[in-house]
C-alpha cells in the first residue's frame, strides 16, 4: 500500500524536531511496513529509533544559494509566503542514498556527432575510457519502458519551474521530437513553488508522459517521487521525470551532468586543475559531479552564505575523497589567481533575472590566470555579461547552449528510447535566442 506523501512529510517533519536525522527513504520504509500490518517489533531496532546516517547516506542540505529561492517547505498546507530565502534545512535527508536505488544499472551516453570526448559514464558517475555504440541514454531506465511514444496519438510532456519567461526548452524538445518522426507535444507550465502540489497532480492525472524541471524545483520535487535514478540520486537534484502510464508512479533522472560535460571542448583539460564554482543549488551539483568526473583537482564554492555550507562540503569531502573541497563568501572574492576554470551556476546574468549584472566583476575576474576558461551555465542571454567580460580580457568561454541541448536530448533518450538529432535542437535553440 502506497504512503501518503502529505503524511510522509509531517511524520518526517516530527521526527526533525525531536532531533532524529533519518532519511525518507527509510521513513517510507518503515511507514509501508505499518500499513502492510507488519509486526512492529521488527522496527524496534531501526535506524528511524537511533538513526545512524552513513556518509553515503548524507544528502545535499538544502543549502543557502541564489538559484533555489522560496522552497523551504514543500506542501501546499505549509507553503512560506515571504520571498526571503530559508536558511532552514528542510531538505536534510531525501533520496540521497545511491544505494537506495534498486540495483542501479550501468548507464552510458556519448555525444552525438562525436561532439566531445569523455561523456561515457558508469551508474556510479565513474568515468570509464573506452566509447559506446551507441548514443542512447541506457541508464536503468526500464521504468520509462512503458513510456514509448505511440505514434497514433499524442503524447503530452512539459517543463516546470519559475519563473519560465526565459525558458526555450519548448521550441528545441519539439524539435527533437519532429527529428524523430514522433507525435508528441511539449508545454511550458510555470509552477512557482507554493503550486508544486497541484501541478503534480495536474500531471500524473492529465495523462502526460513525463516532464523536464527547472529551478527552484529541483530539489523539492523529489518529495513526490517514487524512484530515483543514480544519477538523480547521486546529485540529489532532479531534472527529468517519467510518468509511468498505468501506476502513475514518477521516476527522477538528472541529466545535467550529461549536459555539463558534453558541453566543454576537447581541447580543454581539466585533470589536476583547480575548478571554481559560484553557487550551489542544483546546477551546481551536477557541475561539481562533472568536474569531479574530469578528475580535477580542487572545487572551491563561492557561496553567499558560508556557514549553510558546512553540511554539504562535508558531503562532497566524504563522497569525492580525492578532490579537495573548500568555501568562500561571493562576495568577497578577490583573487581567483589559482583557478583554472570558473563555473557560473547561479542565476545571475539570466534573461529577465538581473540580465544586467554579473556574479564576478571585471576586476577580481581579471585575476584568473592567463588560459582560465569562464563557463557559464545560462543559455539566454547566449552571452552574459560574466561571458562578455571573460572574452574582452583574453579567457576562453563557454556558454550554456550545448548543456542545455545535450540535457534535453538525454532526457528524450529517457522518455522515448531514441536519440533526437542534436544539430536540429541548436538550431531551434539559436533561432529563438
Known amino acids: 500500500m502506497a504512503v501518503d506523501k502529505m503524511e510522509l512529510l509531517k511524520r518526517y517533519k516530527e521526527l526533525k524536531a525531536q532531533g532524529q536525522s533519518v532519511s525518507l527513504v527509510e521513513l517510507k520504509a518503515q511507514m509501508e511496513a505499518e500499513e502492510n500490518n507488519i509486526n512492529s517489533s521488527e522496527f524496534q531496532n531501526a535506524e528511524v529509533s537511533a538513526p545512524v546516517v552513513s556518509s553515503s547516506q548524507s544528502s545535499f542540505n538544502n543549502t543557502e544559494t541564489p538559484q533555489e529561492t522560496n522552497v523551504s517547505v514543500y506542501s501546499q498546507s505549509h507553503v512560506s509566503t515571504d520571498n526571503t530565502v530559508s536558511t532552514s534545512s528542510g531538505w536534510s535527508t531525501t533520496y540521497s542514498n545511491v544505494s537506495s536505488v534498486s540495483s542501479p544499472e ?15 559514464y558508469t551508474g556510479n558517475y565513474k568515468p570509464v575510457s573506452q566509447p559506446v555504440e551507441t548514443t542512447p541514454y541506457t541508464g536503468n531506465i526500464s521504468s ?6 505511440d505514434e497514433n496519438g499524442t503524447k503530452k510532456f512539459a517543463l516546470i519551474g519559475y519563473p519560465l519567461g526565459h525558458s526555450l526548452s519548448e521550441y528545441i524538445h519539439n524539435a527533437g521530437f519532429k527529428s524523430l518522426g514522433l507525435n508528441a507535444s511539449y508545454e511550458i507550465l510555470e509552477t512557482p513553488p507554493e503550486k508544486l502540489v497541484d501541478r503534480i497532480k495536474f500531471l500524473k492525472f492529465n495523462n502526460y508522459s513525463g516532464f523536464n524541471v527547472t529551478i527552484p524545483l529541483k530539489l523539492p520535487v523529489t518529495m513526490f517521487l517514487d524512484e530515483v535514478d543514480a544519477s538523480a540520486g547521486l546529485v540529489n537534484a532532479v531534472n527529468t521525470v517519467v510518468i ?8 527522477g533522472y538528472n541529466t545535467d551532468v550529461i549536459g555539463f560535460k558534453n558541453a566543454i571542448p576537447q581541447d580543454v583539460t581539466l585533470c589536476g586543475k583547480t575548478a571554481g564554482v559560484l553557487g550551489t543549488g542544483g546546477a551546481a551539483r551536477a557541475a561539481i559531479t562533472a568536474l569531479v568526473q574530469s578528475q580535477v583537482n580542487e572545487i572551491k564554492l563561492f557561496t553567499r552564505n558560508v556557514p549553510n555550507s558546512i553540511e554539504f562540503l562535508e558531503y562532497l569531502r566524504k563522497t569525492f575523497p580525492n578532490v579537495e573541497f573548500n568555501s568562500y563568501q561571493i562576495e568577497r572574492i578577490r583573487d581567483l589567481s589559482d583557478i583554472q576554470i570558473l563555473v557560473n551556476t547561479t542565476p545571475i546574468g539570466m534573461l529577465g533575472r538581473a540580465a544586467d549584472l554579473t556574479p564576478v566583476e571585471e576586476r577580481e575576474l581579471c585575476t584568473l590566470p592567463q588560459g582560465a576558461v569562464v563557463y557559464d551555465v545560462i543559455y539566454n542571454p547566449k552571452k552574459t555579461l560574466l561571458l562578455k567580460l571573460a572574452q574582452k580580457n583574453g579567457y576562453k568561454t563557454i556558454n550554456g547552449v550545448d548543456m542545455f541541448i545535450h540535457q534535453a536530448l538525454a532526457a528524450e533518450q529517457i522518455w522515448t528510447g531514441r536519440t533526437p538529432d542534436f544539430k536540429d535542437m541548436k538550431i531551434a535553440a539559436l533561432e529563438n535566442l
Do not use: C, F, M, W
Open 144 to 149: 520509462a519502458a512503458s513510456i514509448k511514444i
Open 244 to 251: 509511468d502510464a498505468e501506476t502513475k508512479e514518477l521516476k
Open 106 to 120: 550501468s548507464y552510458s551516453y556519448s555525444s552525438p556527432n562525436n561532439q566531445t570526448t569523455g561523456a561515457v
